[in-house]
Structure formats: structure tokens, C-alpha cells
């Protein structure tokens, strides 16, 4: 005896014909022929040796054996658990549900990927996620390209024919004041003078971060940076600020606009904005809950990027 041979369509019948008391009447639930139907319970009764049906014949509804009768929970659990397997892969495929690794850095986690968030749960509530926040754009792209991470936010856009990346929008940089610093004198018609940054002791980030790009900005207009105090907090460079230590310039995701404590000025001459974009594998390589967190980071960068 024996259910190893057993297959899903014999159970299948057998549960059908359970449940309507006639192999006629199962037939016509499933979609066979009552020949059929009776082939795939004959099939799985050799299967395991013993009868499943008692069958009085004429118009009398067939009944379970003992053995059937204990057979019967099995079968029905076993089908829920394939129709559920179904379900769950249908929904993956279409990127309604599953989990995803997603990267981050630091600024993009505080105000883009919340709203990119919330825009793929409103049409995919079932999705899931996972988030890791990396020093760098080259170490998210290599955990991406690992596939350690299903899709990964970056600074700029990256050439590579295994990625697909998508330009989210752009993220200006900003020079960061306390309300009572002598600077703000030097703020003309909205902006402030680069040239005024010369000498002055900075609060910033360390290496490989944003700071790399600040510092390339400064150097590339004649001013050699300098920096009193240096951390990998957002939050702690805009408190040093608001504590009068000293300005930072920073990019706008990366600060909190509605602190009173700070005052946002732009910087001239214009500078470039650093480029957000978001980097996922090429073709069937991609999830597709990836594609379709790329779209709802598209939605949301339209609210905070420009």
C-alpha cells in the first residue's frame, strides 16, 4: 500500500466524487467524462490496495469506506497547499507579491524609499521587503550583480549591459546655515557666493559618500575644503549646523527641510545636482516585484526629486 504514485488529478477526483456522492456528478464539476473520473479512482485504489467508494449502484449515492474517510482531510489539505503554491507563483510572476532585497543609502532611505514603499503596497499589498543600506553605489551594484539585492538605489547611472537603470530624477545641493551666522551676509538675491566658502572650517561626511562630490565642487571652483567636524549621520551634520559649529552643504533628500533650526540656501554659480537613479538585473533576470518597485520609485521621485 502505497500513495507514492499517487497523482494530484486521482486526488483531485477522488475529493470531487467525495464531495458530490457521484462519480456523474463529479465529472461534471471537473470538466471529465464519469469514464475518466472512474479510471483515476480506480487508479489510485490499486495504488494503495484498498477500496476508497462503497458503490451501491442504481440512483444511490456512493459513500467513503473507513479508509476513505480518513483519506478524504489528507487529500483536501494536500490540494489546498497546490492551489496555494499556484497562487503564490502566479502572484510573483506578476509582481503582486514575494519579497524583495532592495538597497539603499542613507538619504534616499529617509524620504524617497518610504513613498516608492507605500506606492507599490497601494497596488501590491502582499509584497514584502528586505532593505540594506550600503556605503556605496559600486557595493550596492556588486551585491545587485551577486544577487544578493533584487533592486538597488545609486548616485549618477552606471554602464553595464547585466543592469538595467532607470534615472529617477536629480537631487540639488544646498548650503545648510545656522539662523545667526555671519554668512547669511553674504546671501545675494537667494543664493550664496562659493567663493564666500574659501577658509571657512566645515561640517560634512566622510569619504565615499556624497561628501566625495561636494568636495569635487569646491576644489573644482578654487576652494580647498576644509571640515571641522566629519559623520555619517545626516542628522548629525544638520545639528552641528543648528548648533552654530559651522555650515554644510548638502544634497536636499539628505536634509529635513522643515527644521527651523537651519536655513537653506542655493548655491552660486549653479551647480550640478547629483542623479538618483534606480538599478535592477537585465531581462528574465529581474523579479518581477522589482519591475514593478522601479515603477513605483519612478512615481514617487516625481514628488521629491527634480
Do not use: C, W
Request: proline content about 7%; cysteine-free; aromatic content about 6%.
Amino acid at each position: 500500500m502505497s500513495l507514492k504514485q499517487a497523482s494530484f488529478r486521482q486526488l483531485t477526483a477522488f475529493v470531487a466524487v467525495a464531495h458530490e456522492e457521484s462519480f456523474g456528478a463529479a465529472a461534471d464539476e471537473l470538466g471529465y467524462s464519469q469514464a475518466t473520473v472512474s479510471q483515476q479512482i480506480a487508479a489510485l485504489e490499486k495504488s494503495i490496495d484498498a477500496r476508497l467508494f462503497d458503490r451501491p449502484g442504481g440512483p444511490k449515492p456512493v459513500s467513503l469506506t473507513p479508509l476513505g474517510r480518513v483519506l478524504l482531510p489528507q487529500a483536501e489539505h494536500i490540494l489546498e497547499h497546490l492551489t496555494k503554491a499556484e497562487l503564490d507563483i502566479r502572484d510573483v510572476a506578476s509582481g503582486s507579491a514575494g519579497r524583495i532585497n532592495i538597497g539603499t543609502f542613507q538619504s534616499v532611505a529617509v524620504h524617497l524609499l518610504p513613498r516608492a514603499v507605500q506606492a507599490l503596497r497601494a497596488t501590491a499589498p502582499d509584497i514584502t521587503f528586505s532593505l540594506f543600506e550600503g556605503p556605496s553605489s559600486e557595493g550596492l551594484i556588486d551585491e545587485l550583480l551577486d544577487d544578493e539585492l533584487d533592486a538597488t538605489f545609486i548616485e549618477g547611472t552606471y554602464d553595464d549591459p547585466r543592469l538595467e537603470v532607470t534615472v529617477l530624477g536629480h537631487d540639488p545641493y544646498l548650503l545648510l546655515l545656522d539662523p545667526d551666522s555671519d554668512l547669511r551676509q553674504h546671501v545675494h538675491q537667494g543664493s550664496f557666493p562659493l567663493a564666500e566658502l574659501e577658509g571657512i572650517d566645515l561640517i560634512g561626511q566622510p569619504a565615499l559618500t556624497y561628501q566625495d562630490d561636494v568636495d569635487a565642487i569646491l576644489r573644482s571652483h578654487g576652494i580647498t575644503p576644509r571640515y571641522l567636524f566629519r559623520t555619517v549621520d545626516n542628522g548629525a551634520v544638520q545639528a552641528m549646523v543648528r548648533s552654530g559649529v559651522g555650515p554644510a552643504i548638502m544634497p536636499r533628500l539628505a536634509i529635513d527641510m522643515n527644521d527651523p533650526g537651519v536655513v537653506t540656501v542655493p548655491l552660486s554659480p549653479d551647480i550640478d545636482p547629483r542623479t538618483i537613479s534606480l538599478a535592477i538585473r537585465t531581462g528574465d533576470k529581474a523579479l518581477p516585484a522589482a519591475r514593478a518597485f522601479v515603477e513605483a520609485a519612478v512615481e514617487a521621485a516625481a514628488n521629491v526629486l527634480i
